[in-house]
């Protein structure tokens, strides 16, 4: 069996190579870059070349504390920088669409915070910037990275559980939504900025759906203006299904992540491991159950990457390869518009109390 894990492992490996590096320019020193982008490229041994934020002196703090000489004063500074090569972008979701627009308008290549855009208009637009500029844009889908995830991407694209017919995920967590202000005062929340992860894998899996139905709550005493619990149901033209089941004010203390994947031939499930305490979590379980390899049961695949940080190597390196050699990117701005179009249409569906084609 651990044999046969080899091209599993080998497609869930997380590494940049020395010659794909180029000058990158962070904009944006909050939480997620302080916590995430920039332990893993420390892991993976990639050099920052500058960081700006509108908070001046965060930006400075998180230059000391990593090293990154360059501290600009704002995002026009470090775009009119001709040593810099690629804009790294992780502020609010409202503030990302101008930056992006300049910085293709600078000739730099981008990885974008996810969500993209906060509307399916804004979202065309970048991408239609984008595809004219050129330039290699990828959106930090980076649970597409993820080893749980990745691996179990892997085994369904070599046929170990045969053609999907269904995949479900459950998440109920305690969520600080405190700690951000402007997520806060979103009106659309859960599958904006959190479920989008979820969403976009599904599409990643099994493409694109005929039709989506959501619906959303708020419970009381929660922090948050927006919804906090969603339940997003799938149909395929395959006749495969999906579902989506995301609870954010969990009052028991008792944090649950898990996803499942059952095929014609096998089922595969697993835990996401970030979720059950974050930021630090602990390693996702994977687990296959194949009439294709076969194997006795249920074998477990072993993961020794996280989430945070490790995933972001994956987004990251994903552009850096499109730009030295062409590699197809896992998570492109082009693919992403129907991410964001996705999650509209569920937002349509939980407004109209009716199913929505794609
Ligand atoms: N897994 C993930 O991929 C993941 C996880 C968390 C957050 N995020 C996304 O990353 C983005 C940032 O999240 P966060 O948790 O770091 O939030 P945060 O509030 O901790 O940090 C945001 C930072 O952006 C700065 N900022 C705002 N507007 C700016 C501008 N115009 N120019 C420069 N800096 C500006 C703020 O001063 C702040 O320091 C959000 O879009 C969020 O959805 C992604």
Known sequence: MNNDFDEVLEFCK???????????????AGGIVAGAHLPAYALAGLPIH?????????????????????????????????EIEVVDIAVPAAEQPKILLAALAAGKHVLAQKPLATSVEAAQELEAASEESGLVVGVNQQLRFDEGIAAAYKMVQMGWIGKVSNFSLTVNLDTP???????????????????????????????????????????????????????????????????????????????????????ESGSIRGTLGLLYDYPVGRLDT??????????????????????????????????LSAISDGTPLRSSIRDNVNTIRLIHALYKSIESGESQAL
């Open 177 to 263: 939504w405190e700690l951000w202000d402007w997520a806060n005062t979103m009106e659309r929340l859960e599958i904006m900025i959190h479920s989008i992860h979820y969403h976009d894998v599904v599409r990643w899996f099994l493409g694109e759906p005929e039709r989506v139905y959501a619906v959303a709550g708020k419970t009381p005493g929660q922090a948050p203006i927006g919804e906090t619990r969603t339940i997003s149901t799938y149909t395929f033209a395959s006749g495969a299904s999906a579902l989506i089941h995301s609870n954010h004010v969990n009052r028991g203390g008792d944090n649950i992540a898990e996803f499942r994947i059952d095929g």
């Open 50 to 82: 500058g960081i700006t934020d509108i908070d001046h002196e965060r930006a400075k703090e998180l230059a000391k504390e990593h090293g990154i000489v360059n501290v600009y004063d704002d995002y026009k500074q470090m775009l009119a920088d001709p």
């Open 286 to 319: 994977l687990e296959i159950n194949s009439q294709v390899l076969p194997t006795e049961g249920w074998v477990a695949y072993p993961v020794t990457n996280r989430w945070i940080p490790e995933a972001f190597i994956g987004t990251m390196g994903s552009v």
């Open 14 to 28: 997380l590494s940049i190579p020395k010659a794909h590096h180029k000058r990158i320019g962070i904009v944006g």
